[in-house]
């Protein structure tokens, strides 16, 4: 971890090693692995797992209930959600979202609860996904849809 962040808050958190956290960020019983860059204003609850060399870009959110498999890519502005019907009091429901390995999600993309992206696959810039995407895949829009094909890449 980088030495020297100021006003970040990490509690109860699990960083491998070679991995940077940067300034702002909010770190709450997750697990980063190794060789993974946390940058700025990042916040991630309890329970979540980023996997090993993995690139989380600025102002992201990623909330309990989300696993991210080694190799994946997150642009700024990604925001993953973890309830179907959210509300501010009452009952909720947890909804898992998967993201396999090498996939990348381009910036100010919305991850919809319950969902799994494939390993290999793209996100295009601004996609709101609600519904899994298969590995390899290139998806975009809203909703997300599939347009194309992604060569494998490790």
């Given at each position: ?21 940067y ?42 209930g ?77 909703p ?11």
């Amino acid at each position: 971890m980088r030495s020297g962040s100021k006003y970040s808050v990490i509690k109860k958190s699990r960083i491998g090693k070679g991995s940077r956290v940067y300034d702002q960020v909010n770190l709450y019983g997750c697990t980063i692995g190794k060789n993974t860059k946390i940058d700025a204003y990042v916040y991630i609850e309890e329970g979540v797992t980023i996997g090993d060399n993995c690139k989380v870009r600025p102002f992201v959110f990623i909330p309990t209930g989300v696993t991210i498999e080694d190799g994946v890519f997150i642009g700024p502005h990604v925001s993953f959600t973890n309830d179907k019907y959210p509300r501010s009091r009452g009952d909720w429901s947890l909804l898992k979202t998967r993201v396999k390995k090498f996939a990348s999600i381009g910036a100010g993309c919305t991850i919809n609860p319950g969902v799994t992206i494939g390993e290999n696959a793209l996100i295009g810039s601004g996609s709101v996904v609600t519904k899994d995407i298969p590995s390899n895949a290139v998806a975009v829009g809203n909703p997300a849809r599939v347009v194309g094909q992604r060569e494998l890449q490790r």
